[in-house]
């Protein structure tokens, strides 16, 4: 099942439409994105909590990580430079951190605040290789943004 992400977006406004609070949107955006797609075998967000410091937030799938710091990583790379990191194979990314061995590839997108504040890191890793292309990071950016910025 391949996900529709013009019908995922619409899902999402209506779910959180007038809500402000960073963790409901985030576990809200984590369960309705994870269960649209075959491919996500774990998705969730690493929230931004001291200076170069990511902690576990809401998300689905098996255990993750709970902190990562900025210079590790696909979710430090991405916390890091403010760019979305495309991962066709996480054995080829040098400094990987392997928070589950059934990880294959990994697209993580940085998330902004509106006042253009790194709050977090939304993170999807799928056991299959090569799982993730542009169209899936520019769909899960815009449907980020329309959440965090608006």
Do not use: N
């Not at 909590?49 to 689905?60: C, D, N, R, S, W």
């Not at 902004?112 to 090569?130: G, T």
Request: contains cysteine.
């Amino acid at each position: 099942m391949r996900v529709d992400y013009e019908s995922l977006a619409k899902t999402i406004a209506s779910l959180t439409e007038g809500e402000t609070d960073q963790i409901a949107l985030m576990a809200t955006i984590a369960c309705e994105v994870h269960h649209s797609d075959d491919r996500f075998d774990w998705t969730g967000f690493y929230r931004v909590v001291a200076p170069e410091l990511l902690k576990i937030g809401p998300y689905q799938g098996g255990h993750g990580c709970l902190v990562i710091p900025f210079s590790r990583g696909v979710c430090g790379a991405a916390a890091r430079t403010g760019q979305v990191q495309l991962v066709p194979d996480v054995d080829a990314f040098d400094g990987h951190i392997a928070c589950a061995s059934s990880t294959r590839s990994e697209l993580v997108l940085p998330v902004f605040d509106q006042s253009d504040q790194l709050i977090a890191v939304f993170d999807i890793d799928s056991d299959q290789p090569d799982a993730f292309d542009e169209d899936d990071a520019t769909a899960l950016s815009q449907l980020l943004d329309q959440v965090f910025v608006k």
